[in-house]
């Protein structure tokens, strides 16, 4: 039994239990491989008239935040965002729109995952929120040939006299390239 497809369902390659964990509603939250990231499979309810996606709610498992800002972000057909983090603020991104590549890399010094970095696809058809915490670099790639949105739903206000967003290019030396 080496592959997922030979292992029985809900076991871990070693043959223990699956890390993912079922929530109320039947998501699940998936075993996030950088410290402090969670993912939760957010799921669409299909109605007559076509679907509905419950985008954030504060009595979800590992939502402890009060937001108190939300941001709709557009990206054009293929576009890719910079590298970006944020020292303080903690980001809870949904896709609501196209096809999404979220890069994730940990350059948090003396993290449990320094040095890790992992995607997730994310957008209408899989709807996910995915928590980044400060320090957690991140990037979004638009992988539909049409414009994606995201929802950036935020723990505290975008200072613009200071902002708490440190920003690299796509193929900056040192950073994965993995978008």
């Excluded at 995915?130 to 994606?148: C, D, F, K, Q, T």
Aim: glycine content about 12%; charged content about 20%; aromatic content about 6%.
């Amino acid at each position: 039994m080496n592959s997922a497809s030979d292992r029985p369902a809900g076991r871990t390659p070693a043959g223990e239990r699956d890390p993912q964990t079922v929530l109320p509603g039947g998501r699940r939250a998936a075993a996030p491989r950088i410290d402090g990231v969670r993912i939760l499979e957010l799921g669409n309810v299909l109605t007559r008239s076509g679907w509905l996606t419950e985008i954030f709610r504060s009595d979800w498992d590992g939502i402890e935040i009060a937001p108190r800002q939300v941001n709709w972000v557009q990206l054009a057909p293929n576009c890719i965002t910079d590298w970006h983090r944020h020292s303080r603020q903690t980001d809870h991104l949904v896709g609501v729109g196209g096809n999404i590549k979220l890069a994730l890399w940990d350059g948090r010094a003396g993290s449990a995952t320094e040095g890790a970095s992992e995607t997730i696809r994310f957008g209408a058809l899989r709807p996910l929120l995915v928590v980044v915490p400060p320090g957690v670099w991140h990037a979004l790639r638009n992988e539909s040939g049409e414009p994606a949105g995201y929802l950036n739903v935020i723990d505290c206000l975008f200072n613009h006299a200071e902002p708490d967003n440190w920003r690299l290019s796509p193929g900056t030396p040192g950073v994965p390239d993995i978008l």
